[in-house]
């Protein structure tokens, strides 16, 4: 085990891979989660109970449990349905996000849901959300257009041209949980994404209590870009692209190292409609692209969790 603290920004499937391969290497992992999504499961249970957001955080929670065992298999179980369904309906809710919901109500709060559905299930780490309160995200595209909801820009439901410039908290001055700033600030290495840029890494890091905490902390900060583009999301996007939105949204790039998939050998079905991002060759001048083989050879639109864990402990 590799004696220093981690601490990963973002939530869902991408953070997920990730330390499902950094648990092998590090022992002190710290997942800081938004509070943005509202959107399948999630979604549902945040209207229909008042609850904040549940499906990221589980899913994190659950990587960090044993995939053999039952207690991965019970928190990731999703009811057979559509995931999209009525708020009220059983059919396509996950197991885990239920828990959630029973937890807090039982124990009265958000965060002594997440510290006893922890303990039950024997998941060791830290998982904080980023904000507090009620906060939603909202994207500006490039014609100017003003779209409302997680769900929306992260699947394209609205018209127009679907290439995004700008995301937003609402509210503005979203609080940010201090115990997430605390654990940024005592962190030894950084890491944000892989993951949905607009839905999900990008509303961590443009709450303002972490965008300060990234930009006054020394520790080791790193990106990883995505294997594969979304396609409304980032269509099109090289690696610069990746930079280049996080410094528009920001006013700075925090990252010293930019993690990068160079193995496009694997096809991508064309059923996604995704596609691999291409590598740029240079980006700023203080900024380290580290380029290796990471895509996981099963499911070509993702990482390897044990390839991109390897490749960060090869970097640190």
Known sequence: MVNKKVVCLGGGVGTANLIKGLKKYFSDITVVVSMADDGGSSGRLRRLYNIPPP??????MAALADKDSYIYKLLSYRFLGDRYGKDADLPGHKLGNLIMVALRDITGSFEKAISFFQKMFKIQGKFLPATLGNVTIYARTIEGKLIFGEEKIDLGKYSGKRILDKVFLKPENAKSNRHAIKSIKDADIIIAGPGDLYTTILPVLIVKGIQEALKKGRSLKIFVV???NKPFETKGYSLNDYVNSIE????????DKVVVNN??????????KYKYVPITDS???NTKIVKSDMVDENFALYHNPSKLAKTITENI
């Open 248 to 255: 528009r949204h920001l006013g700075f790039f925090p990252f």
């Open 55 to 60: 499906g990221d955080l589980v899913a994190c």
């Open 283 to 285: 980006i700023k001048s």
């Open 226 to 228: 995505n294997v594969a």
């Open 263 to 272: 193995n496009f050998s694997v096809k991508i079905p064309s059923r996604y």
